[in-house]
C-alpha cells in the first residue's frame, strides 16, 4: 500500500524557554559553536523566533540546539547511527506580534506558518490538522515548526523531532527520535532519517 506523508505533524511536548525562566534551566556553557566539526558534519542554520506574549532568549536556544546536535550526533546502540549534523542558531532570537499568540484554527497556523523563521515558539497550540487541544508541538512538511515552553529536560530531543518531521520525517518505532511520544531514552536515528536532516 502507498502511503503519502500528511502535510502536518504533531509531537505530544516540545520545549522552549528562556536563560531566566524555569524552563531553562541549563547549567552550563551552551554556545553549541565549534571549529573542530570533521568536514562531514552538515550544519543546519535555523532562525528561531517567538510570539511576544512567551521568553526565548539566544542562551536557552543555544542549549536546545546543543542538546539536540548531541541526541543525533550519539550512536546509543547497534539500532542508531552517529549522524554528522549540527543544529545550530542563525541570528538572534526575534519577537513576532502576529496573532494572539495561540493556534486555534487553520487559518492561525497558516498565518504563523508563513511568518519567517524555523522555530516559531507560542503560548498555546489546541489546532493541528485536527488533532486534539492542547497539542504542545506543530509542524509542516519543509516549512517550519512552532513550539510552546515545557520542561527542558525533553527539548533537544523535541526539537530534532519536529525538525524531523519538516525535513519530512513520520514516526517511527519506540526509542527512536521520531516516534509519537516523546522521552528521555527516545533518541535513535536510523540512516534515511539522517539522510533526511542533512539535506
Not at 532568549?57 to 546509543?76: F, P, S
Not at 546502540?77 to 495561540?102: E, H, M, N, Q
Request: net charge positive.
Amino acid at each position: 500500500m502507498k502511503t503519502r506523508l500528511p502535510l502536518f505533524f504533531a509531537a505530544v511536548v516540545l520545549a522552549g524557554c528562556t536563560s531566566t525562566d524555569k524552563h531553562c534551566a541549563y547549567d552550563k556553557n551552551c554556545t553549541n559553536v565549534t571549529n573542530r566539526d570533521p568536514a562531514n558534519v552538515v550544519r543546519q542554520k535555523l532562525t528561531v523566533r517567538r510570539h511576544i506574549k512567551t521568553r526565548l532568549d539566544n542562551t536557552c536556544v543555544d542549549c536546545i540546539l546543543a542538546d539536540a546536535t548531541k541526541i543525533l550526533q550519539t550512536k546509543d546502540d547497534a539500532d542508531d547511527v552517529a549522524c554528522p549534523v549540527r543544529l545550530v542558531r542563525k541570528g538572534d532570537v526575534t519577537a513576532f506580534s502576529t496573532g494572539t499568540g495561540s493556534i486555534d484554527s487553520q487559518a492561525d497556523f497558516d498565518t504563523i506558518m508563513r511568518l519567517p523563521g524555523d522555530v516559531k515558539l507560542v503560548e498555546e497550540i489546541n489546532w493541528c490538522g485536527g488533532l486534539k487541544p492542547d497539542i504542545k508541538s506543530c509542524a509542516r512538511r519543509g516549512e517550519s515548526l512552532a513550539v510552546v515552553p515545557i520542561d527542558p529536560s525533553l527539548t533537544g530531543v523535541l526539537w530534532a523531532h519536529e525538525y524531523g518531521h519538516v525535513k519530512g520525517q513520520g514516526h517511527r518505532t519506540r526509542n527512536a527520535v521520531m516516534y509519537y511520544a516523546l522521552g528521555t531514552n527516545h533518541k535513535r536515528v536510523d540512516q534515511a532519517e539522517c539522510n533526511a536532516f542533512q539535506r
